[in-house]
């Protein structure tokens, strides 16, 4: 087997998309949301045994990692059109969090180079409250970076999927062979 063969690049792929889950599947837990956390960790157990079958020839896992890759495309696309509110979807809703908790993504309070920027100080003397003085401003918009994630998950389950279908068939082959000989 060479390091390029469909079976190396399928592996790593596998690989890939595990490291990308389990990040994707810490910051979920840290926002709360649920339903992510349901489907992410399905991913990893359908990823893993979609591993382990492209490893050991079992052309059965492979199949079961190409169904639920379109799954995973479908779901990954959903997440895209939430954030950025395409289709009649709002990132304001509680889907993810399946309506269980108020909870959203953590990169809404924590996304990179966000900080307090105080407003002028003569606003906040007509507020009831001084808390509503600050915003918070970020380098880039929590709805961007949950986007990257998913089209991140979305390219790497494209290029798995071709190299899952491509092994699917060469098992095939090589199962037709020992068959006829």
């Given at each position: 087997m060479g390091c390029c063969s469909g079976r190396c690049m399928l592996m790593f792929f596998c690989a890939l998309q595990l490291i990308t889950a389990v990040e994707r599947q810490v910051f979920d837990f840290l926002g709360y949301q649920w339903a992510p956390i349901l489907v992410n960790f399905l991913h990893i157990i359908v990823v893993i045994l979609g591993l382990f079958g492209t490893v050991q020839y079992k052309p059965r896992y492979v199949v079961l990692y190409i169904v639920w890759t379109v799954f995973w495309v479908t779901w990954n696309i959903f997440i895209c059109c939430l954030y950025l509110d395409l289709g009649g979807l709002s990132k304001d809703s509680d889907y993810l969090s399946l309506g269980l908790s108020s909870h959203r993504s953590w990169w809404k309070d924590n996304g990179p180079d966000c900080g307090n920027r105080n407003l002028p100080t003569t606003r906040w003397q007509h507020l009831d409250s001084p808390a509503l003085?600050?915003?918070?401003?970020?380098?880039?918009?929590?709805?961007?970076?949950?986007?990257?994630?998913?089209a991140l998950q979305l390219f790497i389950s494209a290029l798995g999927f071709v190299f899952a279908c491509y092994i699917v068939s060469i098992f095939s082959e090589e199962e037709d062979t020992y068959l006829y000989k």
């Open positions: 003085v600050s915003e918070l401003s970020c380098l880039l918009e929590y709805q961007y970076i949950e986007v990257m994630h998913s």
